[in-house]
């Protein structure tokens, strides 16, 4: 039986991400712990621990069949590998970087000045989109201090609370594109890998659509059921059940869960009481 060869990033906040989504997918990993790759227990795939930014050359020559990374490296790396996934975790922006001193006055602020980046063919697409002439410096590391070493005029790097930026006495002037995790894979796979992909992506939706839904049970008069099926229509309707109280039933329903906060009013106001909100593990559609 073929075996999918996933490409995930050995360590750090995207590699514990990714492990833990993998498992939210019912997919049991053996011996993941600091080790160059392992096996699933219960599904036909094979991981394969990389550095993020050589996952888009391996999924690229089939040395693994795809790969769980950053959005920005994809772009950067500019492989030739399909995104199949968007996965709704680590993301952030990259954006550019000015010493807070300086009068910002629009991105021409760039004509002439050199930035410091790890993502130089992200950078040099922005600045050719915007006829920005500018000297694109590569570095890797801590990209933060290139300013105040001399080394650059400002930066160009990815951005998450901001936080780092002003410790280094910079300011976040433009963000070019935001990024998450994504699913990748080969352009070539075999239809059985295929297949194991697609089984793979089903399940994946279907944690997706549970992080973003909530179940919903409450307890509202029986003659405020229509108005509150209205706000809460759930996946086709919700379940009414009645209760032994005469005029009372209980509401199950289905509902994203920045819909209940914006609905909580409407819903109380109706005579809904006893309402309790439950995560969901897997939904599908």
Known sequence: MSTLK????KNGRLSEKSLQLLNKCGIRIL????????????FPIEILFLRDDDIPQYVEQGVAD????????????????????????????LSLAIPKEENYSGVSWFSNKKIATSYPFILQQFFSKNNISATVEKISGSVEIAPGIGLADG????????????INGLKEVETVTKSEAVLVSTTNLSPEKQDILNQLVFRIQSVINA???????????????????AILPGMK???VLPLKEPGWCSIH???REDDFWYNIGQLKNLGAEG???????????
């Open 6 to 9: 996933i490409a995930i990033q």
């Open 31 to 42: 011996n993941g712990e600091r080790t160059l790759k392992a096996e699933a227990q219960n």
């Open 66 to 93: 795809a790969g769980i990374l950053g959005e920005n490296e994809v772009w950067e790396q500019n492989r030739n590998i399909s995104i199949i996934k968007k996965l709704g975790f680590a993301s952030c922006r």
């Open 155 to 166: 930066i160009f790097d990815i951005v998450s609370t901001g936080s780092t930026l002003q």
């Open 211 to 229: 992080a973003e839904h909530k179940y919903i049970l409450l307890n509202a008069p029986s003659n405020a059921v229509q108005q509150i099926a």
């Open 237 to 239: 309707s919700p379940t």
């Open 253 to 255: 329903s289905v509902i």
């Open 275 to 285: 309402i309790l909100i439950v995560n969901v593990e897997k939904m599908i559609l």
